[in-house]
């Protein structure tokens, strides 16, 4: 399942955040802000406990979330996207995966892994702002899913047609929730018209 923001507030950000005059500053808090839409869409249903409230007026009953969820950013770029999500799931653990594109090919090349073990029922959200060819989204679900992760969804701002297919063809089982869905991938692998590489855009090393 691929569902795309379709949001003028989502497609404002996005342009601003494609300008390649966008400082670093301004990109990182306009990929905070899209990343807590993206949340409330994509964790519609999350498990509510039932819990018994004293309003000011009346007694109750009201709903608090019921989940272990893990965020797991692909580093480096997902890093952009972690504060947004700790900021509406508090309480959530942190797992990272460190992934490199190689140059040539776009393969992934993992080199770091520090995920919780899984218990079986966590919810584990990978965030990545960009999902190109799709090799890297692709290979941190599979490594969550050789750690016992059943339950995984993928939220990122930019997709490309490309990466969509083949994340839906290796993981028909996990979600993705996209802000905005591009043409095509270059001859050098970049999602046109993109914004360029994220992570440089949001730790200012262009
Ligand atoms: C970028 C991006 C994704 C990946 C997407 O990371 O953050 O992880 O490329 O491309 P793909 O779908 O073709 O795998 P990159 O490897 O450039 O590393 P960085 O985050 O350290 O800049
Ligand atoms: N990674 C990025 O950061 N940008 C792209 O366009 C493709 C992969």
Do not use: W
Request: proline residues 8%.
């Amino acid at each position: 399942m691929h569902s795309i923001a379709n949001h003028p507030l989502v497609s404002h950000r996005i342009t601003l955040m494609r300008d390649r005059a966008t400082p670093p500053k301004l990109f990182r808090e306009l990929v905070a802000e899209i990343t807590v839409y993206l949340a409330f869409e994509a964790l519609k249903d999350l498990r509510l406990r039932t819990v018994p409230v004293a309003t000011p007026v009346a007694e109750t009953t009201g709903g608090l979330v019921d989940e272990r969820i893990v965020l797991v950013p692909i580093l480096r770029a997902g890093m952009g996207m972690l504060d947004a999500m700790l900021g509406v799931l508090p309480y959530a653990k942190v797992g990272v995966l460190g992934m490199q594109r190689n140059e040539q090919t776009a393969e992934p090349v993992p080199y770091y892994a520090k995920v919780p073990p899984a218990k079986g029922d966590e919810l584990a959200i990978v965030i990545d702002p960009m999902l190109a060819t799709g090799g890297s989204a692709c290979d941190a679900v599979t490594q969550l899913k050789s750690l016992g992760y059943r339950r995984i969804k993928f939220l990122n701002l930019i997709s490309a047609p490309e990466g969509v297919s083949r994340f839906e063809r290796e993981h028909p089982d996990v979600p993705v929730f996209s802000a905005v869905m591009d043409e095509r991938l270059n001859s050098h692998y970049y999602i046109v018209p993109g914004l360029g590489d994220a992570g440089d855009r949001i730790f200012g090393t262009l």
